[in-house]
């Protein structure tokens, strides 16, 4: 018998900005290589029917017992149904503060590049989200928030540098 995966909820282990006063999110963009070389990301649906066919990455609360990367790997989890896997030591692709478009709050986000290394058939949020592998260009003109698209910009800078000179390491 599976187990039956739940998304966290509640905000009694949440972390709070210093910087803004409030929630810390933490995020991912997450990525393969095709075997042509190109690179695709996986990007969800809003749970907000109003935004249409944006798209957005899996992003949500950073929690007292877990590090950052472990937050970005446990959103992929919950709303896009991946695992994967962010480098060692890897830095954030960014921090950004940005205003809540639901909550009268200023959050401070961290976006990560996570490899996927399984996609799952079943996950907590998959009844609220559609996910589709999508090239980064078409990512970049879908998503509605700044931020997001900032993240994306600077991996697609350190993948292509990447690339360049450590092919193997993709």
């Known amino acids: ?5 739940v998304a966290r909820q509640g905000r ?4 709070y900005s210093d910087n803004t006063g ?5 995020g991912c963009i997450p990525y393969r290589v095709r075997d042509d070389g190109e690179v695709e990301v996986l990007v969800i649906s809003s749970q907000n029917p109003k935004k249409g066919d944006a798209v ?3 992003k949500g609360g950073w929690e007292l017992d877990e590090s950052m990367d472990e937050a970005a790997r446990r959103e992929a989890l919950e709303e896009a149904g991946v695992l994967g896997e962010i480098a060692a030591g ?6 950004w503060c940005y205003r809540s478009g639901r909550y ?10 996570l490899r996927v290394t399984d996609e799952l058939e079943r996950w907590p949020e998959m009844a609220a989200r559609r996910r589709s592998w999508v090239s980064t260009k078409l990512a ?3 998503c509605p928030h700044w931020w997001m698209r900032e993240a994306l910009q600077t991996f697609a800078d350190r ?10 390491k993709l």
């Open 140 to 142: 970049m003109e879908r």
């Open 104 to 113: 009268d709050a200023t959050y401070e986000g961290f976006v990560f590049p």
């Open 56 to 58: 957005m990455f899996p």
């Open 22 to 26: 409030g929630r810390m999110v933490v």
């Open 1 to 5: 018998m599976a187990a039956v995966m």
């Open 159 to 168: 993948f292509a540098l990447a690339a360049a000179t450590s092919p193997s």
């Open 12 to 15: 009694e282990l949440q972390r």
């Open 90 to 95: 890897a830095a954030p692709l960014g921090r």
